[in-house]
């Protein structure tokens, strides 16, 4: 399975900022998910990354708010925007198995974000 | 539209004895079903996972079973053991689509 790990860990933020966070997977993926988790709660997906095109958000998600980069098949960008306290999550980047491994999703440890 | 409904919401078992919990999804196309475990703290972890074309898979003291009938699909857990404690989630892909349809969760407490 893929490694994956995620910068940073955690943050706490000032409202009106914004935060970029990274995630770094240890093989080559053609598909990436960043999906929000809210204290005691679900996974919801935010977008799908793809190398080469731009991200696929889904309802209620925007990309003036959540903006995405994915410069190359390892490597992708969530950059949460002028953020709010409602924004306070957990932050997850996701990837697709790998060669020969489809449908299987693999999760990095997260990012912890609190907004005062 | 698609859906996972998880039952219970949370489960608490001696240790040593036998944990279940069950998912039930709407897309009748959906032909991927994995289990997460997330620990406090953690990312989620797949713990196991069955497709469409089977009805039932084991890896030592994990077992999923899924009836495509019924549209349901449990998590078995044997010999529960103090690490076994955490949200286990459910989920079901949108038809043969690389996407999930998550369940609640469900907060096992493994009871010494």
């Known amino acids: 399975s893929a490694v994956i790990s995620q910068k940073p860990s955690r943050d706490i933020c000032q409202r009106g900022t914004s935060l970029t966070i990274q995630c770094q997977v240890d093989?080559?993926?053609?598909?990436m998910f960043w999906y929000r988790q809210q204290p005691g709660q679900s996974l919801t997906l935010i977008a799908t990354?793809?190398?080469?095109?731009?991200?696929?958000?889904e309802s209620g998600f925007v990309i003036d708010k959540f903006p995405i980069s994915r410069p190359n098949l390892t490597f992708s960008t969530l950059t949460v925007s002028n953020m709010s306290p409602e924004d306070s999550s957990i932050y997850l980047c996701?990837?697709?198995?790998?060669?020969?491994?489809?449908?299987?999703?693999?999760f990095g440890p997260g990012t912890r974000l609190t907004v005062l | 539209g698609e859906n996972v409904e998880q039952h219970p919401s949370t489960l608490s078992v001696q240790e040593g004895d036998s944990a279940v919990i069950k998912c039930t999804y709407s897309?009748?196309?959906?032909?991927?079903f994995p289990w997460y475990k997330q620990e406090l703290g953690k990312g989620p972890q797949l713990i196991i996972d069955?497709?469409?074309n089977v009805g039932e898979k084991k890896d030592q003291r994990i077992a999923v079973t899924l009836n495509k009938t019924a549209k349901h699909f449990s998590l078995h857990i044997t010999e529960t053991q103090p690490e076994d404690s955490a949200v286990y989630f459910c989920?079901?892909?949108?038809?043969?689509?690389?996407?999930?349809?998550w369940g609640a969760g469900t907060k096992l407490i493994i009871k010494p």
């Open positions: 996701s990837v697709e198995g790998g060669v020969g491994v489809t449908d299987t999703q693999y």
């Open positions: 093989s080559q993926v053609t598909m």
């Open positions: 990354a793809n190398q080469g095109s731009e991200a696929t958000y």
């Open positions: 897309d009748s196309a959906s032909n991927y």
């Open positions: 069955i497709r469409s």
């Open positions: 989920a079901a892909s949108k038809g043969s689509n690389y996407q999930l349809i």
